[in-house]
Nanobody, 124 residues
Framework: QVQLVESGGGLVQAGGSLRLSCAAS????????MGWFRQAPGKEREFVACIRWDGVTTYYGDAVKGRFTISRDNAKNMVYLQLNSLKPEDTAIYYC?????????????????WGQGTQVTVSS
């Protein structure tokens, strides 16, 4: 079992930045792959980014490439998502997720554990 708690969301103007954090606990010694997803009102959940257990291999959704950066600190059991050049269309609830199966493209890993989410609102 892995427990995930997100933080760092808030209200920001377009063009601004935020850093989201995800604190993991439980079976973290097994180094799960970690991902971020988002869901806006009336829309399906969307893959944002993920990072493999080694902290080196990363994947990004097309909508955020070049603007968002995912990183992790395994010693602290933390995963971060740096959001730069924010746009109103980035407004959503952002969820942290974890999986122990990290084969293939990160957007399709079978994420088993999810946090409660943190709201990001970007004003125009």
């Amino acid at each position: 079992q892995v427990q995930l708690v997100e933080s760092g969301g808030g209200l920001v103007q377009a063009g601004g930045s935020l850093r989201l954090s995800c604190a993991a606990s439980g079976r973290t010694f097994s180094r799960p792959g970690m991902g971020w997803f988002r869901q806006a009102p009336g829309k399906e959940r969307e893959f944002v980014a993920c990072i493999r257990w080694d902290g080196v291999t990363t994947y990004y959704g097309d909508a955020v490439k070049g603007r968002f950066t995912i990183s992790r600190d395994n010693a602290k059991n933390m995963v971060y998502l740096q959001l730069n050049s924010l746009k109103p269309e980035d407004t959503a609830i952002y969820y942290c997720a974890a999986t122990f199966r990290q084969e293939g493209y990160g957007g399709t890993w079978p994420y088993e554990y999810w946090g409660q989410g943190t709201q990001v609102t970007v004003s125009s």
